[in-house]
């Protein structure tokens, strides 16, 4: 019988394995290229921001070739009180660049 901490890992690693597969496929989120080129037009930087796993994230990110437009990269990392997401705080881990 499974613990509940290896149960917990248990179900982050199937939950982010499904995220980053979905991230393979996902079609594009409406508007997000204007607001980037705004953003960068504009002189600032830009980030992500999403309760997904970091590796769904930059999955998607490396198909949509963003690494010129996002600078930050935030998300769930294993572990985390997803709270931290809500609140905008984050924990080492959580954020790529």
């Not at 997904?52 to 010129?68: C, H, P, Q």
């Amino acid at each position: 019988m499974l613990g509940d901490e290896q149960l917990v890992r248990l179900i982050a690693a199937a939950v982010r394995e499904a995220e980053v597969s979905a991230a393979e496929t996902a079609g594009a989120t409406p508007g997000l290229d204007d607001v980037l080129a705004a953003v960068r037009a504009s002189g600032r930087r830009g980030g992500i921001v999403s309760n997904n796993a970091v590796e769904a994230v930059e999955v998607y990110r490396r198909r949509r070739g963003l690494f010129d437009h996002v600078d930050l990269v935030v998300g769930r990392c294993d572990g985390m009180d997803l709270a931290l997401l809500k609140l905008g705080r984050v924990r080492s881990g959580a954020v790529r660049r």
